[in-house]
């Protein structure tokens, strides 16, 4: 019989930690081996008990669920599924945490106090099956504070010369931010970030992105004007794709049925990239589940464009990438540090 994984349950609510703890140990893969109200008991219990994985509230009394997090990927790096609300904090708070190494995250449904939040057991426990298979030493890398934002300069109403569709999923927002950040400024590209993930955190994932890179970034919006040397984010919920219209290229979204069990799709992006830029079209794709964006690459290579997909070593993930390789359509596979340079370089 394998060893059952190891959870160590965080939340201020008595109620919620009751329920998280009960759905968790009814499967008999998992087992919860304590529970803490407040971050500075869960620093102490993380670093005596050595947990599998945490499940931990961004909210807590005394010492915050970001702080902890920091604290310990700092000292004795763990896995971590967030449990976070829809609230603005909670959607901001959350894209930190990935990007300071979490695994994934669960979104309360109904605030920080969620008496539904039983509906989402499946979601947690398989979200924490995940986390505890990964091997945090093979995409754990130092996160290099990006310079601070700088305004658009006149490059970025310069005529696009290449079109640069990122796709990701789970893993993916710690990678996109750090290809983001990696980026120079004035690229002649615009670019289309397509994130897996739910209603309300893909503006501030949007933001994120924006504060730490040189390239302006937003959710897009239906007919947004598209521009070199900036960044749309398809918001959740929505296919995003492309449209000429009176000489000007702009975004399109669609609430289309899911593609690929989701929406927005790579796929749907990328095909809709490859119809207008042809050749002059890089798909770029990074940690996730799955198989979207296959489909996508396999049109952007019939139309001699390139494909880079990120390697199995830094994903957390090697899902989508993986297809990607597998079907022989990456022209470069690579570790995350290098994929931002290998984008700069097609500009040549």
């Not at 947690?124 to 945090?136: E, N, T």
């Not at 996160?143 to 993916?172: N, R």
């Not at 979204?253 to 490859?274: F, G, Q």
Request: net charge neutral; with cysteine.
């Amino acid at each position: 019989m394998e060893k059952r994984v190891r959870v160590l349950v965080v939340d201020d609510s008595l109620l919620m930690r009751r329920i998280i703890s009960d759905a968790i140990n009814n499967d008999p893969d998992l087992e919860v081996i304590d529970k803490a109200k407040n971050g500075q008991e869960a620093l102490e219990k993380i670093f005596e008990l050595k947990p599998d994985v945490v499940t931990l509230d961004i909210n807590l009394p005394l010492v915050d669920g970001i702080t902890v997090l920091r604290k310990v990927m700092q000292e004795q790096p763990t896995r971590f599924v967030m449990i976070s609300a829809y609230t603005r904090e909670g959607t901001t708070a959350t894209i930190k945490a990935l990007e300071l190494g979490a695994i994934d995250f669960v979104a309360k449904p109904s605030g920080e106090v969620s008496l539904d939040i039983y509906k989402l057991k499946d979601e947690i426990i398989s979200k924490i099956k995940l986390a505890a298979k990964i091997d945090l030493n093979k995409f754990l890398y130092a996160v290099v504070p990006a310079e601070s934002y700088q305004p658009f300069k006149k490059s970025a109403f310069a005529a696009i010369k290449k079109l640069v569709v990122i796709g990701a999923s789970t893993g993916g927002p710690k990678a996109v931010l750090d290809v983001m950040q990696a980026l120079p400024a004035g690229l002649p590209a615009a670019f289309l970030i397509v994130q897996h993930m739910p209603k309300g955190f893909t503006l501030s994932f949007a933001e994120r992105i924006t504060w730490q890179s040189k390239i302006k970034t937003k959710e897009a919006e239906e007919g947004d004007i598209i521009l070199a040397d900036k960044a749309y984010v398809a918001p959740a919920g929505y296919h995003m794709l492309l449209e000429e219209h009176d000489g000007r290229l702009k975004i399109k979204l669609n609430h289309d049925a899911l593609v690929n069990y989701v929406r927005p799709s790579i796929d749907v992006t990328l095909n809709s990239a490859v119809k207008l830029f042809g050749k002059n079209v890089i798909g770029v794709i990074l940690s996730g589940m799955g198989k979207d964006g296959l489909e996508g690459c396999r049109r952007t290579k019939e139309k001699d464009g390139t494909v880079i997909a990120q390697d199995e070593a830094t994903s957390v993930v090697w899902g989508m990438p993986k297809a990607v390789s597998d079907a022989g359509l990456a022209d470069k596979v690579l570790p995350i540090t290098e994929i931002a340079d290998a984008i700069a370089k097609e500009m040549l």
